[in-house]
């Protein structure tokens, strides 16, 4: 079993186990906790320690600002006179909590008392109205930390629900992906090799820390365009000498040298013809080819901050899909 399918596994059991009332809320936590872990979600593995460990404080005794934003914002939070506080008791503390202040409720009575005396009868009042006032407090503690564990056990519940959803829609889309690749690799083989070539370039290049390096993977994945788009051109318009073409919507676009987007365009639309379905596969290629070269224009005018090693890694996905976008539709 791989770490997602315990995740998953751990989700499952959070979300049975509340809904069921099976588990202890502190155990709600405890899974939550290592849901967080074997999902490497840092973010949330933070709040979680403080869940279980108690919320850092400072000399003073006083929540530090950023755990206590956390825990406003994860429904520790309360408004009273006007003011914004939050309540620090762990998940343990008000299970504890409850089940003690239950007993005592129960056992916290005036049968079994004797007085005497001229006053008996004023101190059996006064015994009744003391024993009445402290029940009382002890059943609105009771209600008070009812109320906040559940606020809990809701966060610990919507933190595994979510994680749950993410997770099997992560499973279903890399199942889809790999169905894809199959598809897409096969594709790829008909490439000359100096189109491979080019392909090949782009490994190792997001491995290091240099964003220089990024930018050439950005210009390799526009000269692996204009690689296929030529290719493709002379492959379906083999003796073509027409400098421009015309397109279904009466557009004449320009073919000849370096135009590799509108040679892309002209072989899209021309195994769109062919393809018994609909695709809207063209749109999508012109869209990635203005997006990447926006990012080679930014380069060459020296801003280097949009070029990060995620904007280099989405660029190469984005490639290899619309590339097996087009050669899937041969």
């Not at 409850?98 to 005497?116: C, D, E, L, P, R």
Request: hydrophobic share 35%; charged share 30%.
């Amino acid at each position: 079993m791989d770490k997602i399918e315990k995740a998953l596994e751990a989700c499952e059991k959070v979300i049975d186990g509340i809904e069921d009332s099976t588990i202890t809320t502190e155990s709600a936590l405890l899974l939550c906790t290592k849901i967080a872990r074997l999902t490497n979600d840092e973010e949330n593995m933070i709040w979680l320690q403080y869940e279980y460990g108690g919320y850092p404080r400072n000399i003073e005794g006083k929540v530090i600002r950023d755990a206590w934003n956390i825990a406003y914002k994860k429904g520790r939070g309360f408004q009273e006179n006007g003011n914004s506080y939050i309540f620090t008791e762990l998940a343990s503390e008000l299970e504890e909590k409850i089940i003690a202040q239950q007993k005592a409720v129960g056992n916290f009575t005036t049968n079994g008392a004797s007085v005497s005396g001229a006053q008996a009868l004023i101190a059996m009042d006064r015994l009744t109205e003391n024993v009445h006032r402290s029940t009382l407090a002890m059943v609105k503690g009771v209600s008070v930390a009812k109320e906040r564990l559940s606020l809990l056990k809701a966060q610990y519940y919507e933190y595994a629900l979510k994680k749950q959803i993410e997770l099997t829609f992560g499973n279903v889309a890399t199942s889809v992906f790999m169905k894809y690749r199959e598809r897409v690799d096969l594709a790829f083989s008909d490439l000359t090799k100096e189109t491979l070539l080019k392909l090949q370039a782009i490994e190792g290049k997001l491995d290091s820390d240099n964003p220089e390096m990024y930018s050439q993977a950005l210009t390799t994945c526009r000269r692996l365009f204009e690689s296929v788009a030529v290719e493709l051109f002379d492959k379906y318009f083999p003796e073509y000498t027409n400098k421009t073409y015309k397109t279904k919507s009466g557009k004449e676009i320009d073919v000849s040298g370096d135009h590799y987007k509108n040679k892309l365009s002209a072989v899209i639309e021309k195994l769109e013809d062919k393809s018994p379905k609909k695709t809207i596969v063209g749109s999508d290629i012109i869209y990635l080819l203005d997006w990447i070269d926006n990012l080679i224009n930014l380069q060459c005018k020296g801003v280097h901050s949009d070029i990060t090693k995620e904007t280099a890694e989405r660029c190469i996905l984005q490639t290899y899909m619309c590339l097996g976008d087009i050669l899937t539709l041969q």
